[in-house]
């Protein structure tokens, strides 16, 4: 089975920086659109910024500037550089994949979320 997973959440100050990974594993053919989302307490899951295979990108109007999305298709492998931090970036962020398994159509994908936490 596919699996996607994130890393390189924490606490981290205003002003601060952080950089999110997440790689696809197991039985993957073809990885298309790669996101990341987040979800704060008590509010709905946004789009945060995504790429297409080709590298378009695309991102919410709150991080642009700040944050800034790659991948590594030879890794199936997606970032998020985030700079500049704000308390209102506090949230879980969720790593989103659109890919194939096998001789399977394409399906949407999620990781289980990493923990981001500005404060002072």
């Known amino acids: 089975q596919v699996q996607l997973v994130e890393s390189g959440g924490g606490l981290v100050q205003p002003g601060g920086s952080l950089r999110l990974s997440c790689a696809a594993s197991?039985?993957?053919?073809?990885?298309?659109?790669m996101a990341w989302y987040r979800q704060a307490p008590g509010k709905q899951r946004e789009l945060v910024a995504s790429?297409?295979?080709?590298?378009?990108?695309n991102s919410a109007d709150s991080v642009k500037g700040r944050f800034t999305i790659s991948r590594d298709n030879a890794k199936n492998a997606v970032y998020l550089e985030m700079n500049s931090l704000k308390p209102e970036d506090t949230a879980v962020y969720y790593c989103?994949?659109?890919?194939?398994?096998?001789?399977?159509?394409?399906?949407?994908?999620w990781g289980q979320g990493t923990q981001v936490t500005v404060s002072s």
């Open positions: 989103y994949a659109l890919l194939a398994e096998a001789t399977m159509r394409s399906r949407n994908y």
């Open positions: 790429i297409t295979r080709a590298g378009t990108t």
């Open positions: 197991g039985s993957v053919s073809s990885v298309y659109t």
